[in-house]
């Protein structure tokens, strides 16, 4: 079969799933290589699959890999960025923001070079996919793949509809006097079944169900959670012959205040689950309240320890303002707990900024970049970075002679002292350098391998939290910056990935 041919049966193959025949080298070896295997077909497949494409010749290895360890020119896109993302893998290399295009996968080449593997690194979520092979990529003797690139679709079905025990937890064992039992499942109708299967309380689920007992337990049965009227036998727990008596005790009798300027987070520790709620109060009788459950298991019977921990975020505070917090906590038994009232202040309003780029390749040119969010100026004096040694190390290594001040909307390097800004041409004029006392940042400088998690902090007293570098981010070729997803907001998680080689250092991504 000539090389013409099999490109134009090639679709129809891969769609029947068929093993494609290697390529008919008749004519002096001068065909062009093709798509010969995909595994698995086109089609339907778990969300944990993992997708191979196998070529008809030895590729050209530096076509299949960028420099991030990743590949740029067999990918796979979510149906609906499936046109932009065929169109980026066409020119190399991809741009911060093509690459979010891109469903974040590992690349593996087979040793003959015939064969390259794509392991997403989540499983996927349910819908559509593209698997795409561009149309740039060469064999070992320089010939370009037939055709104009290739797409196969792929379909990840949503899993079928499931209930499960919150508390107590599958498996476990609860006290006899239990009153609530609390599930979830995204549809359906929930029910809990005795040990005869009889329904002893059931209720239409949207997500968190409370499922309200109308007695108490049999001790020594069994119980069972169900679905739709089907019984979930991985769902079951039993009642133990003792019964809870006490309410919730708070360890210490108080909560851990984390402060900031408008908001704090109660560290919140436990005997025994329970439904939290944070109530702060200001001088003018002003309540603010905030919600939360903490989950454990607990040992049913017997001594009980400290073992349920969780917090609770209360936002809308005013900065530099006194305030008084009370914790209550209701378990599923009708206990409840009230602690005392404990005082605290919050502080004077901080920045918002984020750390939006990393660069951790080579003595001279590691810099953390700051973005500056607004609405107001950041005073670059007070900050500093947090590693895990614990050690608060100023972002200036020395005062200086006038503020030194970031504008909203601004970015700003802090470097060690050995930062030679030479290594980067294209650095704005005027973008802040902010050299630290150290000759490398945070003392031993940023690893190449895995730079280590470490946050911005405003000195004072305290050292306040503004923004983190999670650490365990991806790992990138030499030269090249991890940067930020900047769309997300900065006291939020955010996904980290392998940026341009050089960086963009006071430059958007």
Same mark, same amino acid.
């Given at each position: 079969?000539?090389?013409?041919?099999?490109?134009?049966?090639?679709?129809?193959?891969?769609?029947?799933?068929?093993?494609?025949?290697?390529?008919?080298?008749?004519?002096?070896?001068?065909?062009?290589?093709?798509?010969?295997?995909?595994?698995?077909?086109?089609?339907?497949?778990?969300?944990?699959?993992?997708?191979?494409?196998?070529?008809? =010749? *030895?590729?050209? !290895?530096?076509?299949? %890999?960028? &420099?991030?360890? @990743?590949?740029?020119?067999? #990918?796979? $896109? /979510? +149906?609906?960025?499936?046109?932009?993302? =065929? *169109?980026?893998? !066409?020119?190399?290399? %991809?741009? &911060?923001?093509? @690459?979010?295009?891109?469903? #974040?996968? $590992? /690349? +593996?080449?087979?040793?003959?070079?015939? =064969?390259?593997?794509?392991?997403?690194?989540?499983?996927?979520?349910?819908?559509?996919?593209?698997?795409?092979?561009? $149309?740039?990529?060469?064999?070992?003797?320089?010939?370009?793949?037939?055709?104009?690139?290739?797409?196969?679709?792929?379909?990840?079905?949503?899993?079928?509809?499931?209930?499960?025990?919150?508390?107590?937890?599958?498996?476990?064992?609860?006290?006899?006097?239990?009153?609530?039992?609390?599930?979830?499942?995204?549809?359906?109708?929930?029910?809990?079944?005795?040990?005869?299967?009889?329904?002893?309380?059931?209720?239409?689920?949207?997500?968190?169900?409370?499922?309200?007992?109308?007695?108490?337990?049999?001790?020594?049965?069994?119980?069972?959670?169900?679905?739709?009227?089907?019984?979930?036998?991985?769902?079951?727990?039993?009642?133990?012959?003792?019964?809870?008596?006490?309410?919730?005790?708070?360890?210490?009798?108080?909560?851990?205040?984390?402060?900031?300027?408008?908001?704090?987070?109660?560290?919140?520790?436990?005997?025994?689950?329970?439904?939290?709620?944070?109530?702060?109060?200001?001088?003018?009788?002003?309540?603010?309240?905030?919600?939360?459950?903490?989950?454990?298991?607990?040992?049913?019977?017997?001594?009980?320890?400290?073992?349920?921990?969780?917090?609770?975020?209360?936002?809308?505070?005013?900065?530099?303002?006194?305030?008084?917090?009370?914790?209550?906590?209701?378990?599923?038994?009708?206990?409840?707990?009230?602690?005392?009232?404990?005082?605290?202040?919050?502080?004077?309003?901080?920045?918002?900024?984020?750390?939006?780029?990393?660069?951790?390749?080579?003595?001279?040119?590691?810099?953390?970049?700051?973005?500056?969010?607004?609405?107001?100026?950041?005073?670059?004096?007070?900050?500093?970075?947090?590693?895990?040694?614990?050690?608060?190390?100023?972002?200036?290594?020395?005062?200086?002679?006038?503020?030194?001040?970031?504008?909203?909307?601004?970015?700003?390097?802090?470097?060690?002292?050995?930062?030679?800004?030479?290594?980067?041409?294209?650095?704005?004029?005027?973008?802040?350098?902010?050299?630290?006392?150290?000759?490398?940042?945070?003392?031993?400088?940023?690893?190449?391998?895995?730079?280590?998690?470490?946050?911005?902090?405003?000195?004072?007293?305290?050292?306040?939290?503004?923004?983190?570098?999670?650490?365990?981010?991806?790992?990138?070729?030499?030269?090249?910056?991890?940067?930020?997803?900047?769309?997300?907001?900065?006291?939020?998680?955010?996904?980290?990935?392998?940026?341009?080689?050089?960086?963009?250092?006071?430059?958007?991504?």
């Amino acid at each position: 079969m000539t090389s013409a041919r099999l490109a134009a049966v090639l679709p129809a193959l891969l769609a029947c799933g068929a093993r494609l025949p290697a390529p008919d080298l008749g004519d002096g070896g001068t065909s062009q290589p093709t798509v010969s295997e995909l595994d698995p077909e086109p089609g339907v497949v778990a969300a944990t699959a993992r997708f191979t494409v196998r070529f008809s =010749a *030895a590729m050209d !290895e530096g076509q299949l %890999l960028a &420099a991030s360890g @990743r590949s740029e020119s067999v #990918a796979l $896109a /979510a +149906e609906a960025d499936a046109e932009r993302a =065929a *169109a980026a893998l !066409e020119h190399a290399p %991809l741009s &911060a923001h093509e @690459r979010t295009l891109l469903v #974040a996968a $590992a /690349a +593996e080449v087979a040793s003959d070079r015939r =064969a390259i593997s794509i392991s997403p690194d989540q499983p996927l979520s349910p819908g559509d996919y593209s698997l795409l092979v561009s $149309a740039r990529l060469k064999d070992e003797s320089g010939r370009k793949l037939s055709g104009n690139g290739r797409r196969f679709g792929f379909h990840v079905a949503a899993p079928p509809p499931t209930a499960r025990l919150v508390t107590p937890p599958p498996g476990g064992e609860v006290p006899w006097n239990l009153g609530v039992v609390r599930a979830f499942a995204e549809a359906g109708r929930v029910a809990l079944l005795g040990p005869k299967g009889e329904e002893l309380a059931s209720a239409d689920a949207h997500g968190a169900v409370a499922l309200t007992l109308p007695g108490p337990l049999g001790a020594g049965s069994d119980y069972v959670l169900a679905l739709g009227g089907v019984a979930l036998p991985e769902q079951t727990f039993t009642a133990a012959s003792c019964a809870r008596t006490a309410a919730p005790a708070l360890q210490g009798g108080a909560a851990q205040i984390s402060v900031r300027d408008t908001g704090i987070t109660a560290q919140v520790v436990l005997d025994w689950p329970a439904e939290v709620e944070a109530t702060v109060e200001d001088a003018r009788g002003t309540v603010i309240t905030a919600q939360a459950q903490i989950l454990c298991a607990p040992p049913p019977c017997g001594p009980q320890s400290f073992a349920c921990a969780g917090a609770v975020r209360i936002e809308g505070l005013q900065p530099a303002s006194d305030y008084t917090l009370r914790i209550a906590a209701r378990d599923d038994f009708g206990f409840t707990l009230r602690s005392a009232a404990q005082p605290f202040g919050t502080l004077a309003s901080l920045p918002k900024a984020m750390i939006s780029e990393v660069m951790a390749s080579g003595i001279d040119g590691e810099y953390v970049e700051i973005f500056n969010l607004g609405p107001g100026a950041a005073d670059l004096e007070t900050l500093a970075l947090l590693g895990a040694d614990g050690i608060v190390r100023p972002l200036l290594g020395g005062a200086a002679p006038l503020p030194v001040v970031l504008a909203p909307g601004a970015r700003a390097l802090a470097v060690g002292a050995s930062f030679d800004a030479g290594l980067y041409p294209e650095l704005p004029p005027g973008t802040p350098i902010l050299r630290a006392a150290t000759q490398r940042l945070l003392g031993r400088g940023l690893s190449d391998d895995a730079p280590p998690p470490f946050t911005l902090v405003a000195r004072g007293e305290t050292a306040v939290a503004i923004a983190d570098f999670p650490g365990a981010a991806p790992r990138c070729g030499a030269g090249i910056s991890l940067q930020r997803d900047e769309a997300v907001a900065a006291d939020s998680p955010a996904a980290w990935i392998c940026g341009r080689t050089g960086g963009t250092p006071g430059r958007p991504p």
